[in-house]
Each structure stands twice: as C-alpha cells, then as structure tokens.
C-alpha cells in the first residue's frame, strides 16, 4: 500500500486526520456552532489535541440547498480564524471555492486549499494555488449545491468520477500547478446518491491509480444517517452517525486514503493509528 507525502503538510507514516471548523451559521451538521471566531479558535486547537494533523477552516456552507455568502462575509469569517490558529503551529487549510479567499487564507498562514469545486467554481483558482505553492485538494464537483443532488447520474460511478477528476487534474497542471500539490477527493455527497458513495468507498483502490494522495469526508453525511434509518425509516441525526463515520475512516485508511476529514477527531484519530498497526506502520508496545 502506498504511502502517501504532500510537501509542507505532516507525514505522519499512516492516513492523517483533518478535524472541521465551520465558520457559519447553517453547515449541516454544526451550523452556528463555531459562527463566533473566537470560539471557532478555541474549537480548532481543542481538534489538535484530540490528534487532528490538520484544521480545515471554512466559511461557507456547501450543504445541499445552501446560498452562496458574499466575498466580503467569507473573508470575514475565515481570515482571522485562520490566522491564529497558524500563529499557534497548526497546519491549517481553507475550505473555499474562491480564489480571493484562498490568496487570502495563505496569507494568513494556510498550508492547504481545499476546493469542493476543483477549480470549476472559480476560474482563477489554480492560478493562485500555483503562485503560493501550498497543496491543493482538486474534489469531483458536477455544480453548485443548489442543483447538485439534480446531476447525481451515472452508469459506473467510480470509473466516471475518476475520468471527470483526471480532466480536473489536468486543467490545473495545465495552469500552473505542480503534481506535488495535488490531493484528490472523490467527493462523497457532492452530486451522489448514497449507492454513488459507497461504491466510491469501496472504489479507493481504482481511485489511487489516478496517482495522487485521496482525501476521504464521510463524516455525519446523510448516506450515513440513511444506512442507520430507524425501523420507521427516518434518517439518524447527523451527530449520531459518528460511529459510522468512525468505521468508515478505518476503512478508508486500511485501503490507502491520505486523509480523512471528520468533525469528531479523537476517535477517529485512534481508528488510523489502528489501521497503520494492522499494515505496520505504527508502533506496538
């Protein structure tokens, strides 16, 4: 099994884990609860000491159905978040769609954009992350999130996700961006029905012949919630499906994912260190 580096974030020698701060006020699964930046702060170095590797810090929603913010108010929700927690050593990362934001966040001190759009949303994107040289997460995007679930179609998920990331990849090489900066994610719930999803999931194997490290965000997602239906067959909330998320990231790290990003970070950084024991890779005392 591959192990995967990406210059200037950690190498840990197993699958990272990226621990969530939302800065808004209607993510699906946390809205408002990390809205005030200083919270937002104290939120994602509590994440670093429950074992997150990285802090994605984001601004604006993508949950299905959700407005897009101003320029202005995403700035304003990210910027001073992001500072600080790089002024204290934590790796962070920028969950944006715009470049301006991105060319901002880097500024403050991030080390990684994760783009949910790969560089569709916002043609200036890859010109950006290629001037600053920090990593960049290229996820499968078909369109916004008020249409998205419209475009889940497919005939073989894994091989078109695959074909329509190795276009994305390629469009961003072609601008500027290096190999060594790219992160790939298949992009569960982006435009997929929950059979897309885990079909992807057990497609990571196909996934990596892309040749990139694969980022991994299963967490608290509705297929999720779904699977654990109540006999009546209403969903499980989605703060109850951290266990599930939790079996999905030692799966995902036992089939060679680079990275899983969760809300719930401890337990979820005791399952990778799990993972790397059964190939090897962690130390047994």
């Given at each position: 099994?591959?192990?995967?580096?990406?210059?200037?974030?950690?190498?840990?020698?197993?699958?990272?884990?990226?621990?969530?701060?939302n800065v808004t006020p209607d993510s699906f699964s946390d809205g408002g609860q990390?809205?005030?930046?200083?919270?937002?702060i104290r939120h994602g170095l509590d994440l670093v000491e429950q074992g997150a590797d990285l802090v994605d810090v984001g601004g604006e929603s993508t949950r299905p159905g959700a407005a897009r913010v101003s320029l202005a108010e995403e700035l304003r929700r990210v910027e001073p978040v992001i500072r600080a927690l790089a002024q204290e050593g934590?790796?962070?990362?920028?969950?944006?769609?715009?470049?301006?934001?991105?060319?901002?966040?880097?500024?403050?001190?991030?080390?990684l954009v994760n783009d949910v759009s790969g560089g569709l949303a916002d043609p200036a994107m890859p010109r950006v992350v290629a001037a600053s040289g920090?990593?960049?997460v290229v996820m499968h995007w078909r369109g916004h999130s008020?249409?998205?679930?419209?475009?889940?179609?497919?005939?073989d998920v894994v091989g078109e996700v695959s074909e329509e990331l190795r276009k994305r990849v390629d469009s961003v090489?072609?601008?500027?961006?290096?190999?060594?900066?790219?992160?790939?994610?298949?992009?569960?719930g982006f435009a997929k029905k929950s059979e897309h999803n885990w079909s992807l999931l057990a497609g990571i194997g196909e996934l990596g012949r892309l040749g990139y490290p694969i980022i991994i965000g299963a967490s608290r997602k509705r297929f999720l919630g779904r699977l654990l239906a109540d006999p009546e067959g209403t969903p499980r909330p989605f703060s109850g499906s951290?266990?599930?998320?939790?079996?999905?990231?030692?799966?995902?790290?036992?089939?060679?994912?680079?990275?899983?990003?969760v809300h719930h970070v401890r337990p979820n950084a005791d399952?990778?260190?799990?993972?790397?024991?059964?190939?090897?890779?962690?130390?047994?005392?």
């Amino acid at each position: 099994m591959t192990t995967w580096t990406v210059p200037g974030l950690p190498d840990a020698g197993r699958c990272l884990v990226m621990g969530v701060v939302n800065v808004t006020p209607d993510s699906f699964s946390d809205g408002g609860q990390w809205f005030d930046p200083d919270v937002a702060i104290r939120h994602g170095l509590d994440l670093v000491e429950q074992g997150a590797d990285l802090v994605d810090v984001g601004g604006e929603s993508t949950r299905p159905g959700a407005a897009r913010v101003s320029l202005a108010e995403e700035l304003r929700r990210v910027e001073p978040v992001i500072r600080a927690l790089a002024q204290e050593g934590v790796t962070v990362s920028v969950d944006t769609m715009r470049a301006e934001v991105a060319e901002a966040a880097v500024r403050a001190g991030a080390r990684l954009v994760n783009d949910v759009s790969g560089g569709l949303a916002d043609p200036a994107m890859p010109r950006v992350v290629a001037a600053s040289g920090v990593a960049y997460v290229v996820m499968h995007w078909r369109g916004h999130s008020h249409d998205m679930d419209n475009r889940a179609i497919y005939s073989d998920v894994v091989g078109e996700v695959s074909e329509e990331l190795r276009k994305r990849v390629d469009s961003v090489l072609a601008e500027g961006v290096s190999e060594e900066q790219i992160i790939v994610d298949p992009g569960l719930g982006f435009a997929k029905k929950s059979e897309h999803n885990w079909s992807l999931l057990a497609g990571i194997g196909e996934l990596g012949r892309l040749g990139y490290p694969i980022i991994i965000g299963a967490s608290r997602k509705r297929f999720l919630g779904r699977l654990l239906a109540d006999p009546e067959g209403t969903p499980r909330p989605f703060s109850g499906s951290d266990d599930a998320t939790l079996a999905v990231t030692a799966l995902a790290a036992h089939a060679g994912a680079w990275c899983v990003r969760v809300h719930h970070v401890r337990p979820n950084a005791d399952a990778v260190r799990v993972a790397a024991a059964w190939h090897g890779r962690e130390e047994v005392r």
